[in-house]
């Protein structure tokens, strides 16, 4: 059964450091997704993106984050200079072409730490 | 933010019965619903979904029921069984557009042998 894919699936990084979370979507979906879980917290929606642009983004999503397509089978999210509160488990997720109503699919998630 | 609420935290039932975790929402523009089981340190694993053209949908032993009046659904898993123990999310989207999904606070399900 076809599946999301994300590395690393643990990430330590030191304040003010760059990361790059990658994805791997389900290969014949063609919306993609951001979403982090602060722990405790609600599952909480960061980005979509399709046709190469982001369709929407929350509030969370700032100048220090951004996300790219950068082959045909790769989605990756950058967050330029991290902060304590980014920590989080982030989730990537796709939905195949078709009816609104089609499920967001979640991959395993990467726990990213940041000290 | 509290559009999607899913007041019970914690639910223990005994295996063989059936589990009932609900969820309330407040946005009217939400027109389609999705319950998600998630285990701890994986990602939300689809269980069912409904659109509000329904009321209810059935997969085999689960089963969600949507009051758009009320604006409350539940699901429901009958017969409940040890695997089943796990955090139940519910979710919530807007049609044409307007993608993102948003989620409750979940509830902890345990079966007890």
């Known amino acids: 059964e076809p599946e999301v894919t994300q590395t690393p699936s643990h990430q330590v990084t030191q304040m003010g450091q760059e990361v790059i979370l990658r994805c791997v979507p389900i290969s014949n979906h063609l919306y993609f997704y951001w979403y982090r879980q602060i722990l405790g917290q609600k599952v909480e929606f960061l980005v979509s993106?399709?046709?190469?642009?982001?369709?929407?983004k929350s509030e969370i999503f700032d100048d220090q984050f951004s996300v790219e397509r950068p082959d045909g089978s790769n989605f990756t999210l950058k967050i330029r200079s991290t902060k304590l509160e980014d920590s989080a488990m982030y989730f990537c997720?796709?939905?195949?072409?078709?009816?609104?109503?089609?499920?967001?699919?979640f991959g395993p998630g990467t726990r990213l730490t940041v000290l | 933010d509290q559009q999607v609420k899913q007041n019970s935290p914690s639910l223990s039932v005994q295996e063989g019965r059936i589990s009932i975790l609900n969820c309330d929402y407040t946005?009217?523009?939400?027109?389609?619903f999705l319950w998600y089981k998630k285990y701890p340190a994986e990602g939300p694993t689809f269980l069912i979904s409904i659109s509000s053209i329904k009321d209810k949908n059935e997969d085999g032993r689960f089963t969600v029921f949507l009051n758009k009046s009320a604006k409350h659904l539940s699901l429901h898993i009958v017969p409940s069984q040890p695997g089943d123990s796990a955090v139940y999310f519910c979710?919530?989207?807007?049609?044409?557009?307007?993608?993102?999904?948003?989620f409750g606070t979940g509830t902890r399900l345990t079966i007890i042998p």
């Open positions: 993106f399709y046709n190469n642009e982001i369709s929407e």
């Open positions: 946005n009217s523009m939400f027109d389609y």
């Open positions: 997720a796709s939905r195949g072409v078709g009816q609104i109503t089609d499920t967001q699919y």
């Open positions: 979710a919530a989207g807007q049609p044409f557009g307007n993608e993102k999904l948003t």
